[in-house]
């Protein structure tokens, strides 16, 4: 069986060969926490104005060059505590305010603010959806938004692996 040396050694080689880069623009942060803040925090505010916060994210991108984090979820969703709850830990934080804008977008029971997802071509059908724009506003993780709505089931570095892979310009 070959070692995960050789392994992760092969893969970026294949990633070269397709001529994609496997650079993220900032490595993934090591979650080294052992358990998630308890209580889980209520990260999305019914009130809000969340085309304001969006527009206000992109225009904060273009101006520093980070990405753009929008997160669709409701303070219901167990899953998206627990996003929620992963970008809180002391060691991905800081890692998550150098690389992205982040808006928080309230989506209600599926009623409110889905136009904000639609306008990036995804139908949100669960929570949390992630869409992650380059600093020029470009989709990235097209294809793969929902890939989060099962958080609590996963382990907090493949949370935060997931979001810092998405990153990784695909030109």
């Known amino acids: 069986m070959a070692s995960k040396s050789l392994l992760k050694a092969l893969a970026v080689a294949g990633i070269a060969l397709l001529g994609l880069s496997g650079a993220a623009a ?5 979650v080294t926490s052992a358990t998630l803040p308890t209580p889980l ?3 999305y505010d019914e009130a809000a104005d969340a085309k304001a ?16 984090l929008l997160d669709f979820g409701g303070d219901w969703c167990p899953d998206c505590r627990v ?3 992963v970008l809180e830990l002391a060691e991905v934080k800081s890692a998550v305010a150098r690389t992205f ?4 977008i309230d989506v209600g029971r599926f ?3 889905l136009d904000i997802a639609e306008t990036y071509g995804v ?3 669960a929570v949390p959806t992630v869409i992650i724009l380059d600093p020029d506003g470009r989709f990235l993780n097209s294809g793969h938004p929902t890939a989060l709505s099962n958080a609590r ?4 570095q493949a949370i935060v692996d997931t979001i810092f892979g998405w990153t990784a310009d695909p030109r």
């Open 26 to 30: 900032e490595p993934a942060p090591r």
């Open 53 to 68: 916060d969006v527009a206000a994210a992109i225009a904060r991108a273009r101006a520093s060059g980070k990405h753009v």
């Open 153 to 156: 089931a996963m382990k907090p």
């Open 41 to 43: 925090p209520l990260p």
């Open 83 to 85: 996003l929620a709850g």
């Open 111 to 113: 009623n409110r603010n």
């Open 101 to 104: 804008e982040v808006a928080m």
């Open 123 to 125: 139908k949100i059908t």
